[in-house]
């Protein structure tokens, strides 16, 4: 728990969540469980000493060097997900967490590519997710989508494949994967390998997202506008192009911004280097994320708390924040308008000195 005076406000405070891959929230518990569950071996103790116990892994995960270094746990981590349960399980652990943190809306991204490169068929994996956003809807009352990412690690071609599968299932008609990413390395790979995919998908209105600016320089924050991204995950390094940040402002483009995840992966030295205070200053909007919880050591509620030990803000800015990530949500305006009022109420609340 945070030491901050507004840590009960925080919680309380209505939040969306536009940034966590379901497979980042992989716990080294669940990751122990599920290899067990499914006869799964994991890799040798005797040559990969992290995987000796849950500690020595949770332990492991607070030294990653770069993003790559973190990828190569992560993928390594979700072989042990295997059958629709599996992903029905890790989405309905998330959203348990996200509902105690205060999380009303959340979208989540999946990896299909790597899951089908072992074998795991595509339905198999949305079936699983799909359920357990169902029942999130059901049982905790969240409203959720789901956002298929594409990876930037395997080639075009095993892209295209998911993307043909998500057509041919009409999973966009129906609402079942709401929206487009990608993810995984950055600096390495063509900054425009998904070109023809995202004309495609811009052509149907499919929602489109992706990661840029996390280890990358601003050209590929660029790129993924021009593109058709309509929203920028991380997009930290953006305060190195003036010209772009006063863009991405004056058109409303949202960072899907994560704390925790930026110093754990070296993008930043700390949370205050975060450059939270310069987006307010340039109006740029900004939603707080986890992206992936279980590795980086916090959900939403630890990354709102860690901005508000580094930067102090007011709650006058808290509400800004807040307001921005759900207009900037993927939901209707009637949700939009039922989450602005709670915001509101909160807020009401806390000023009256009843929160
Ligand atoms: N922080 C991150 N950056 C890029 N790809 C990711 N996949 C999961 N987490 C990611
Ligand atoms: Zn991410």
Excluded at 39 to 59: F, H, K, M, Q, W
Excluded at 87 to 111: I, M, T
Excluded at 123 to 148: K, M, N
Excluded at 186 to 213: I, W
Aim: hydrophobic share 40%.
């Amino acid at each position: 728990m945070c030491q901050s005076p507004l840590h009960d406000f925080l919680q309380g405070l209505p939040k969306c969540e536009h940034h966590v891959h379901l497979e980042g929230c992989l716990t080294p518990e669940l990751i122990f469980q599920l290899a067990e569950r499914n006869g799964i071996t994991l890799p040798d103790p005797a040559t990969n000493p992290a995987y000796a116990s849950v500690e020595a892994l949770t332990t492991r995960y607070e030294h990653f060097t770069s993003l790559d270094d973190f990828l190569h746990f992560y993928f390594e981590g979700m072989a042990v997900l295997k059958k629709e349960q599996d992903f029905a399980d890790l989405a309905w652990s998330y959203f348990q967490k996200a509902h105690a943190d205060g999380v009303h809306h959340a979208e989540v991204f999946f990896d299909p590519q790597v899951h089908q490169s072992r074998g795991v068929p595509y339905q198999t994996i949305v079936a699983g997710f799909s359920a357990g956003c169902q029942r999130a809807e059901r049982a905790l009352g969240l409203s959720t989508r789901l956002i298929l990412c594409f990876v930037r690690h395997l080639p075009v071609a095993s892209a295209k494949e998911v993307y043909e599968e998500f057509l041919s299932h009409q999973h966009f008609e129906s609402g079942v994967v709401h929206g487009l990413g990608w993810s995984s390395s950055e600096v390495g790979p063509p900054k425009d390998m998904f070109r023809e995919l995202y004309a495609s998908a811009a052509e149907k209105k499919v929602p489109l997202t992706a990661h840029a600016g996390e280890e990358g320089d601003p050209s590929y924050i660029s790129t993924a506008l021009e593109l058709g991204a309509e929203r920028i995950d991380h997009g930290i390094r953006l305060i190195e192009n003036p010209e772009l940040m006063q863009r991405v402002a004056r058109e409303g483009i949202l960072l899907t911004v994560c704390p925790l995840s930026n110093v754990r992966l070296r993008c930043v030295p700390s949370v205050a280097d975060v450059p939270v205070r310069r987006f307010l200053e340039a109006g740029v909007k900004f939603s707080i994320n986890s992206d992936d919880p279980a590795y980086f050591g916090g959900y939403i509620l630890d990354n709102y708390c860690a901005v508000q030990e580094a930067f102090n803000l007011s709650v006058l800015e808290w509400r800004i924040i807040a307001e921005n990530s759900v207009q900037e949500s993927w939901i209707e305006d009637s949700r939009k308008a039922t989450l602005l009022e709670r915001i509101e109420t909160h807020v009401k609340e806390h000023l009256s000195g009843s929160v």
